[in-house]
C-alpha cells in the first residue's frame, strides 16, 4: 500500500492492494463491447492474420515463466549486491528500474499467452508498485491493462469445430446464422453474434481451444511468480490472492456454471423495475460455450456524455445492483467493469457477465458491516475490532496499531460508501482524491507503518475489487448521489433514500408478501 495516500488526501485501499484494471486512467468502458467484460478488436472487423495460438503444450509454457521467474531473480539479486555500494539516492534509482523492468517483462511474456497465465497479468494490474515512480505506475498499469482489453481473435475456423463438438451436430442445425466476425475477445474465449433457428437474437460465447488444457499448467507457473510479486509488492499477501485465481480460474472455465449464476440472479430480481438480466439459452450452453440473449442498449461512453441527472440515475442503478447482491443476497459479483453493463431504452440497465461470481458468508457479510458501521460513528476503538474480526488486521498486530490513524485511513478508503453525505467521487475513484494540505512526511510513515499491518482474506478479495472498481465508475461517470445513504439501506436496513430505493423497496416487499 502507498503509505503517501493519507496525506495526499487519495483514499488508500483497505487492504493496501485493491488498485483495479481502472487505477489511473480512463475506464475502458467507452470502447468495450456490450456483451461481456471484453473490448472489441480493433473496429469490429476480426484481424485474422494477428490472431494469437494457445500454447497449450507444458513444456513451452512453463519455459516461458520459468526464463522469466530465473532471469528477473538474477538480475534483482544483482541490483541488491550492487546497491550495498550505492548512495541511497542511486539505490532507489536502481530499484525503481528493476521493478520496472520486471513489469514491463511480465506483461510482455504473459501477454503471448491466454488462460490462466493471462489472468496472473490481469491479477497483477490490481497491485500498486511501491517501488516504481509515480510518474511511471499509470504507464504500467496502462500496459498491465492490455492484457484484457487489447485481445486479438481467434480466427471462426478453429472455433467452429468446437461448437459443433459442443452442439452435438452442424451448426446450422441450432442457428440460423452466426457472425464469424469476433466482435469480442477475452481471456478465455471470444464472443459472436448470432441467430436460432428459432428467431431468436443472441450472442455465443465459445470458449478458445486448448485453454482448458492449459490451465493446470498455468496454475502451476502461477506459483512460480510468486517470489516476483513478493518484490513488486512486499506488503502483499500473494497466498490470499493466488487462492482467489486458483479457484475463480477453474470456476470461470466451466461455463455452465456461469449459466447457473446468471439464471439466479436473473431470479432473484425477476420484475426488477429498473435491473436487467438476459436470458440463457440453456438447451444451446455447454460447459465450453455459453448463449444467452442478445442486449441492445448505449454502452459506457455514450453514457458519460449524456446530462448529469441521467448520469446520476445510471450510476445509482450500477451501485444498487452490486451492493444490493452483496449486503441483501450475500453473492459478490467481481467484476463490475463497465463493458458488462448497458444502459437500455426503457431506461433500465442490463448487467451481462455472471462468470466471477462467489457466495459470501453470514459472518463475512457481518464483519463488513461492522467495519463500515465504526467508520460512519468513528469509533476507533470499534474500528481496530472490527477489522480484527473480520481477518484484516491479525489479533497479535491488534495492539501495536494507533486506532486514530487507522480511522483517518480506512475513513478516506470505505468513507464514500460508509458515511451518509452527497457526495461526487473522483475521476480516478475515491484513493484519488487531490490533496489540500502539505505533504507531512511524519504523517506519510506513521500511515505507511499502520497500513503494512494490514492483511487481506482470501473472501474478501472480489468485495474489495467490486467497491474499489464501481468507485471508479462512479468517479468516470461524474455522478452524484448520497452513496453512504443508499448502502446504508444494504449495509443497515435504513430507509430508502431515493426514488429508485423506493421502487425497489416495494418490489421485494411484494415478493416478501407473496
Not at 503509505?3 to 468495450?32: I, Y
Not at 478465455?188 to 436460432?196: D, E, L, N
Not at 470458449?207 to 512460480?224: I, K, M, S
Amino acid at each position: 500500500m502507498r503509505a503517501d495516500a493519507l496525506d495526499q488526501h487519495e483514499v488508500p485501499p483497505l487492504d493496501g492492494r485493491e488498485a483495479s484494471p481502472l487505477d489511473g486512467r480512463e475506464v475502458p468502458g467507452a470502447e468495450a463491447l456490450d456483451q461481456g467484460e471484453v473490448r472489441r478488436p480493433g473496429t469490429g472487423e476480426a484481424s485474422q492474420v494477428d490472431a494469437r495460438e494457445v500454447p497449450a503444450g507444458r513444456v513451452s509454457r512453463t519455459a516461458r515463466v520459468g526464463r522469466l521467474v530465473a532471469g528477473q531473480g538474477l538480475r534483482w539479486a544483482g541490483m541488491q549486491t550492487a546497491n550495498r555500494l550505492r548512495s541511497p539516492e542511486r539505490a532507489t534509482a536502481a530499484r525503481h528500474e528493476r521493478t520496472t523492468a520486471l513489469v514491463e517483462e511480465l506483461v510482455e511474456q504473459l501477454g503471448r499467452m491466454r488462460g490462466a497465465a493471462m489472468k496472473v497479468g490481469q491479477m497483477l494490474s490490481m497491485v500498486e508498485f511501491e517501488d516504481v515512480p509515480e510518474e511511471q505506475r499509470r504507464e504500467l498499469q496502462a500496459k498491465l491493462a492490455k492484457l484484457r482489453d487489447d485481445i486479438p481473435p481467434v480466427p471462426f475456423a478453429r472455433l467452429e469445430r468446437l461448437m459443433r463438438d459442443e452442439l452435438g451436430g452442424p451448426l446450422n442445425r441450432f442457428f440460423s446464422d452466426v457472425d464469424e466476425r469476433a466482435f469480442a475477445a477475452a481471456s478465455i474465449g471470444q464472443v459472436h453474434r448470432a441467430v436460432t433457428v428459432e428467431g431468436d437474437e443472441v450472442v455465443v460465447k465459445i470458449q478458445y481451444p486448448g485453454v482448458a488444457e492449459a490451465v493446470d499448467t498455468d496454475l502451476g507457473n502461477a506459483r512460480l511468480l510468486l517470489p516476483l510479486l513478493r518484490r513488486l509488492a512486499p506488503g502483499l499477501d500473494t497466498e490470499a490472492l493466488f487462492s482467489e485465481l486458483r479457484e475463480r480460474i477453474g470456476e470461470e472455465l466451466d461455463y455452465e456454471l456461469e449459466a447457473q449464476s446468471q439464471r439466479r440472479v436473473q431470479r432473484l430480481l425477476r420484475g426488477h423495475p429498473f435491473i436487467f438480466v438476459p436470458r440463457v439459452h440453456g438447451e444451446l450452453s455447454t460447459r465450453r460455450m455459453l448463449v444467452s440473449d442478445y442486449v441492445d442498449g448505449d454502452r459506457f461512453d455514450a453514457v458519460r456524455e449524456l446530462p448529469q441527472s441521467q448520469r446520476d440515475r445510471y450510476g445509482e442503478i450500477v451501485f444498487r445492483f452490486f451492493f444490493g447482491l452483496l449486503y441483501r443476497d450475500r453473492i459478490a459479483l467481481g467484476d463490475p467493469h463497465p463493458g458488462n453493463y448497458l444502459l437500455r431504452r426503457d431506461g433500465s440497465v442490463a448487467f451481462l457477465d455472471y462468470g466471477l461470481l462467489r457466495d459470501v458468508s453470514a459472518r463475512r457479510i457481518g464483519a463488513e458491516r461492522e467495519i463500515a458501521s465504526a467508520v460512519r460513528d468513528q469509533d476507533a476503538g470499534g474500528l481496530e475490532a472490527a477489522l480484527v474480526a473480520g481477518g484484516y488486521l491479525p489479533i497479535d498486530d491488534a495492539g501495536a496499531t494507533d486506532a486514530e490513524i487507522v480511522l483517518r485511513i480506512m475513513r478516506r478508503a470505505t468513507g464514500w460508501y460508509a458515511v451518509p453525505g452527497e457526495s461526487r467521487i473522483p475521476a480516478g475513484g475515491p484513493r484519488h482524491a487531490r490533496r489540500r494540505d502539505p505533504v507531512d512526511p511524519g504523517r506519510r510513515a506513521a500511515a505507511r507503518e499502520q497500513v503494512n499491518r494490514f492483511t487481506l482474506p482470501a473472501d474478501a478479495v472480489l468485495i474489495r475489487r467490486m467497491h474499489g472498481i464501481v468507485a471508479m465508475v462512479l468517479g468516470q461517470l461524474r455522478a452524484r448521489a448520497d452513496w453512504g445513504a443508499i448502502a446504508a439501506e444494504y449495509l443497515h436496513g435504513g430507509p430508502p433514500a431515493s426514488e429508485l430505493g423506493r421502487s425497489e423497496a416495494e418490489l421485494f416487499a411484494r415478493l416478501r408478501a407473496a
